[in-house]
């Protein structure tokens, strides 16, 4: 069965393309090549031995999104990662955030609408929940107003599946909420690519480690929290692509309940900044040059996620550590240093 990825070039799709090429999916990828590189797809295809149809699209241009559905009418599932991800620059550029994460998603619903049964998978962010009341964090807890444009792009993305999934029987859509991502595959074939100065800070980490920043900053050491820390649910990226591809089955043999359903992914588990820290020691072996500085504006103190729903209803639960996901994203560090 033919499985469209858009970003799939990207950190979290390409690592979701691995363990669909592993279940036996065919899998064609979209990508604008905005916030990746083709050389992604030979890291894919050394791990699976399988190289994904590529096409370079950029799904802003509505036409040419109409002119790939007419060459792929076999397509039976969609998982859209496709997206521009970054909080502080959604700020400085609300219009760039909205016309390509809103945009594009129109343009690939409105191709869905013709299909009689269509399966999508929505990436959102446990962004949508601002800072909640009560952890851990359940499907059922407020969406609260956002924080930065980028949030808000998760929110109406949900809120026009959801719409359009009530007039629309033929499309079965899942989101897919995201608490924190991190690490590699433990090949280090495919890993996180950030462009530039990290904004998160595991790759941020994990640059210092290998001498490529001076030192981490740690923002905040005020927080109400056990060591003054924020507080995050950090899940390994192999774990979060499986969850794709366990939501994308869950639809294509129609064990839905209902046509749009929303999904934690997370751990279950929330890590401090200098808990995260202790684990890159651990298992680098190497002391982590830090200085705790200003809290970062927009930051919440505390996020991590029920995991009850997804472990029940959608059959998934994370299995690595925080250790492990630290080993897979130290290992890449240094292969991608060499
Ligand atoms: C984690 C913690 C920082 C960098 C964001 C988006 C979310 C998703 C993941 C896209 C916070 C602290 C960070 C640094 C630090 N993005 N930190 N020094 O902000 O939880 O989530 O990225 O899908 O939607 O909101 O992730 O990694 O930026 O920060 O102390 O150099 O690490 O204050 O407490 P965040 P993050």
Redesign the pocket.
Known sequence: MKILVTGGLGFIGSHTTVELQNKGYEVIIIDDLSNSTEKVLDGIVAITGKRPTFEKLDLKEKSKVEDFFKRHQDIVGVIHFAAS?A?GESVEKPLLYYENNIGTLVYLLKELSQKNNSSFIFSS???VYGQADKMPITESAPVKAAE?P??NT?QMGEEIIRDTCKVTPGINAIALR?F??MGAHPSAEIGELPIGV?????P?ITQTGIGLREQ?????GDYPTTDG??I?DYIHVVDLAKAHVVALERLLNGKNSENYEVFNVGTGTGST?LE?IKSFERVSGKKLNYKIVD??PG??TS?YADTTKANKVLGWKAESTLDEAMKSAWLWEQKVRK
């Open positions: 991800k909080v962010s446990c962004t930065s980028y949030g998760k995201y924190n991502p990290p904004q998160n800070l595991v941020f981490l900053s740690v923002f905040g820390t924020c995050r900044v995260v809290r970062r930051d919440i996020a």
